[in-house]
């Protein structure tokens, strides 16, 4: 759905800081900072949200404060997401009522990638991979410093047309993963529009010895502020397996 189709990971390197402590939502003020998470066929920003109003409902759901564009016009609301059902509620305008119909989280949108980090601290946490048996990589120590400063080498591991990926040598063998800085550039298209355009930065991530699997960090109001996601398998030709296979067995 174009609606709520995904604006890859902008939404994570993106600064956010305050919420207005009286829980209103103001179209023009500054107490907010909107971040974009939704794109129509064009490439043009459709949706706002606030990721610094996060608040509980229950012990598996959590609500934030939205903004959303209809024809011309801004349209203020909120989103509620059950982690245990996995599915989302959104409230346009002062609407209060939840008899509405509540949507499923559609793999890869950007309402799912929030869901996926936020609901972390929920109880409904292992649904979403934060288990005790990966435990070992997403409830690791954060990291002190951007990756962007991490002395050392950068590895080339591949580069074509579609993007780049690098990693510092300078990587760290912990009990079962490596911790590794990493860059990566990827060209991004939209359906109706012709030209593409690029999106490169710096990160951390926790790749694992035992098997398949590695978790990234995800950064929030600083390059140190964020959280490990929950642990993931990566591709054969990706820069995940290719850490791997260069330092997990030395």
Request: glycine share 6%; charged share 20%; net charge positive.
């Amino acid at each position: 759905m174009n609606f709520h189709k995904k604006l890859y990971s902008i939404i994570w390197i993106l600064l956010f800081y305050t919420f207005n402590s009286t829980g209103k939502l103001f179209a023009n003020t500054k107490s907010f900072e909107w971040h974009p998470v939704g794109v129509d066929a064009y490439g043009n920003i459709t949706q706002w949200i606030n990721l610094s109003s996060k608040k509980p409902l229950n012990n598996d759901s959590f609500r934030m404060q939205m903004k959303l564009i209809e024809g011309n016009k801004q349209i203020l609301g909120r989103i509620d997401i059950n982690c245990r059902n996995k599915d989302y509620y959104l409230r346009k305008g002062k609407k209060m009522s939840q008899r509405g119909v509540w949507s499923s989280l559609i793999k890869g949108t950007s309402f799912e990638e929030i869901a996926q980090l936020y609901c972390k601290n929920t109880d409904a946490a292992s649904l979403w991979g934060y288990t005790p048996a990966t435990k070992y990589l997403w409830d690791i120590e954060k990291p002190s410093y951007p990756a962007s400063n991490h002395e050392g080498n950068w590895i080339t591991l591949y580069k074509n047309n579609s993007g780049e990926f690098k990693y510092n040598s300078n990587t760290q063998k912990k009990s079962d993963y490596i911790l590794a800085a990493y860059f990566y550039q990827k060209k991004y298209s939209y359906r109706n529009n012709p030209y593409s355009s690029e999106k490169s930065d710096y990160g951390w991530i926790a790749v694992s010895c035992k098997s398949n699997l590695n978790s990234i960090f995800r950064k929030l109001s600083t390059p140190t502020s964020g959280e490990w996601t929950a642990p993931k398998p990566g591709p054969i030709s990706g820069g995940a397996n290719l850490i791997r296979k260069a330092k997990c067995y030395e």
